[in-house]
């Protein structure tokens, strides 16, 4: 349903290109379109260089030196993990961009350090100081910037295809409008208030508004993603569990529990507490783990607890499709979206082309935002200069939480913690089974009735409840794509089908909010693009 736009914004803008979020793919988005000669406007949730997983921490980069043997060893590695879903030619170009990209950065005066040779070190960034970077950047590049102002819903003009986006400033409250020409949404993925390190900005939002307009998801069912973190503390950076040994709360191994076989500790959590210290740490090592990630130890630092000679106690938080791999579909090179002038990029897109099924933090993630962001970007300008000058009639596609007939309040906090009490439990979403997912599934469809038959107490309420509708939204995409995958593939583990299935090797494309739907898609479908963006800064 479109309705017609309100005149009331404080703040009226127009651009070639509009890039909602501000993180790794946003703000690469932003600079490759501007650096392409767009006038471009970047909205963020929080403070742009500051909100989001990846400023929050170190980050691992998929940095690998254009040598033959080296990209071969990378491209396997996690082929067969990921269950044999990815495209070696999508690898290919994200591994030359993300070299060429990370070597821009050093360019930039990113510190990178060096190695026990003396030669620079690009596997990994710093989140502060690499966000902090490309804030600056992209201001030098001219892009203007809205921070503490989330989207609320998209715009698309007499032909359907999106042409910018309507929001609000937290702090003020004012209303803005910015139109545009082609819009990348770059708003991460969804971890559903977990409470996961830098996650809590990342709900959703973005597919919620894409779908509205009518884009279409892709690996859905890779949304089960679990982080490990002390149980008092919300650090789910895991790197350093590779060195720890789990126990029981009497300090007996738990057999086969590791971070690479976390299923072993969520099942034990089922039933009891899990501990850990990183005793496989050799005391060598202990100063340069402090320097990499500091964060990861001022929880144990403000609790008194030394986690090399301390046992402590620690637990699974949901990442979901953070640390997942579904997302927005993309169609082609230029990673547009299913609707003419959207795009997507970084985690708000799928990241089954170069992962498959499986994926962690950082990596493989890092060096798709930063690819994704480059290419959307520049294909973004391109589409953008391709209309022209006209000015747009252009109508909202929001729905939820935007309007409604109906009397009944809408209760967020209480939908909030329904979608939580389906998503968060390891029996539910980790270990999936048909009736587990098929009943969850069935009390998600009612909440989604819920909320399209109530409105918002208040306008201050607004960018909570669409968080709460993109959570809901998001579950239902995920467990109707889990409900159809009958097997186990990559993350995700139906305890019902537990062995992967050849004739199961396709992408589950899912789409729709009150009905919701879901195809299969054979591999390496996409498109070139008609711009052939190539590898360049």
């Known amino acids: 349903m479109l309705k017609t736009l309100t005149t009331d914004f404080e703040l009226d803008l127009e651009a070639d290109v509009l890039v909602i979020g501000g993180g790794p793919a946003g703000t690469w988005a932003a600079w490759s379109a501007a650096s392409s000669g767009a006038r471009v406007v970047l909205v963020d949730k929080g403070y742009c260089g500051t909100t989001g997983c990846a400023a929050a921490s170190g980050n691992g980069v998929w940095y690998v030196p254009p040598d033959p043997e080296a990209r071969e060893t990378a491209k396997a590695s996690r082929e067969s993990l990921g269950g044999f879903l990815s495209d070696r030619s999508w690898m290919d170009r994200v591994l030359n961009q993300t070299y060429v990209n990370v070597n821009q950065?050093?360019?930039?005066?990113?510190?990178?350090?060096?190695?026990?040779?003396?030669?620079?070190?690009?596997?990994?960034?710093?989140?502060?100081?690499?966000?902090?970077?490309?804030?600056?950047?992209?201001?030098?590049?001219g892009v203007k910037i809205l921070d503490n102002s989330p989207a609320l819903e998209l715009l698309v003009d007499d032909d359907g295809a999106v042409a910018g986006a309507t929001g609000v400033n937290r702090q003020t409250g004012s209303k803005w409008i910015v139109r545009s020409q082609s819009t990348i949404i770059a708003t991460g993925g969804c971890a559903f208030l977990s409470k996961a390190l830098g996650c809590n900005v990342l709900t959703g939002d973005g597919y919620l508004m894409a779908a509205e307009a009518g884009a279409e998801m892709s690996g859905m069912e890779f949304s089960n993603a679990y982080g490990i973190s002390p149980a008092f503390s919300s650090v789910t950076k895991t790197l350093f569990y590779n060195w720890a040994t789990f126990t029981y709360e009497d300090g007996s191994v738990i057999p086969g529990a590791s971070s690479h076989r976390r299923s072993v500790i969520a099942e034990t959590l089922l039933q009891q507490p899990v501990y850990a210290i990183i005793d496989k740490a050799a005391e060598s090592m202990r100063a340069s783990m402090r320097l990499a990630q500091p964060n990861f130890f001022l929880p144990f630092d403000r609790a008194g607890i030394d986690p090399f000679t301390q046992r402590f106690p620690v637990t699974l938080r949901l990442e979901g499709t953070v640390r997942g791999t579904g997302g927005i579909r993309i169609v082609d090179e230029s990673c547009a979206s299913s609707v003419r002038g959207l795009y997507a990029a970084g985690d708000a897109a799928t990241r089954e082309l170069i992962c498959g099924g499986f994926t962690g933090g950082g990596s493989h993630n890092a060096a798709w935002a930063i690819s994704s962001g480059y290419w959307s970007g520049k294909s973004a300008a391109e589409y953008s200069r391709s209309l022209g000058e006209q000015r747009r009639q252009v109508k909202g596609v929001g729905e939820v939480g935007?309007?409604?007939?109906?009397?009944?309040?809408?209760?967020?906090?209480?939908?909030?913690?329904?979608?939580?009490?389906?998503?968060?439990?390891?029996?539910?979403?980790?270990?999936?089974?048909?009736?587990?997912?098929?009943?969850?599934?069935?009390?998600?469809?009612?909440?989604?009735?819920?909320?399209?038959?109530?409105?918002?107490?208040?306008?201050?309420?607004?960018?909570?409840?669409?968080e709460a509708a993109a959570m809901v939204a998001t579950a239902r995409w995920m467990y109707s794509s889990a409900i159809e995958r009958k097997e186990t593939r990559g993350m995700h583990r139906h305890l019902d089908?537990?062995?992967?299935?050849?004739?199961?090797?396709?992408?589950?494309?899912?789409?729709?909010?009150?009905?919701?739907?879901?195809?299969?898609?054979?591999?390496?479908?996409?498109?070139?693009?008609?711009s052939k963006i190539g590898v360049a800064v």
Do not use: C
């Open 105 to 141: 950065l050093a360019e930039w005066g990113y510190p990178f350090p060096t190695d026990d040779e003396g030669k620079p070190y690009r596997r990994s960034l710093q989140g502060p100081e690499y966000m902090r970077l490309m804030r600056r950047q992209i201001q030098r590049a």
């Open 497 to 530: 089908y537990p062995e992967l299935d050849d004739n199961q090797q396709h992408y589950l494309i899912s789409g729709g909010l009150d009905q919701v739907w879901v195809k299969s898609q054979p591999l390496h479908s996409t498109e070139k693009s008609q």
């Open 402 to 466: 935007l309007q409604s007939g109906s009397d009944r309040d809408l209760a967020t906090d209480e939908v909030i913690q329904a979608v939580q009490a389906e998503v968060f439990p390891y029996e539910k979403n980790y270990f999936r089974t048909e009736q587990g997912l098929t009943e969850s599934l069935g009390r998600l469809n009612h909440l989604w009735q819920e909320l399209r038959s109530s409105q918002v107490t208040s306008e201050k309420e607004l960018p909570r409840a669409r």
